[in-house]
């Protein structure tokens, strides 16, 4: 939640918010052993999610 507070835009704020409640919750799920498919599917996506404004910057930044 600190990414998205500290990303800047509204348009990459909300989505890292997303997916960092994402991952969030997937760990929380698979320390309550809950669904385990559904838990790594939330912590990948969210992961991919939270990183996503990390590649364009690596990619083209100066």
């Given amino acids: 939640m600190v990414a998205a507070v500290f990303s800047g835009g509204l348009g990459i704020a909300i989505p890292v918010l997303a997916a960092s409640l994402a ?23 969210g992961s991919l999610g939270v990183a996503w404004p990390v590649f364009p910057v690596a990619a083209f930044g100066d």
């Fill in 23 to 45: 991952v969030t919750f997937a760990l929380v799920g698979l320390g309550h052993r809950m669904s385990r498919i559904q838990c790594v599917t939330g912590l990948v996506t």
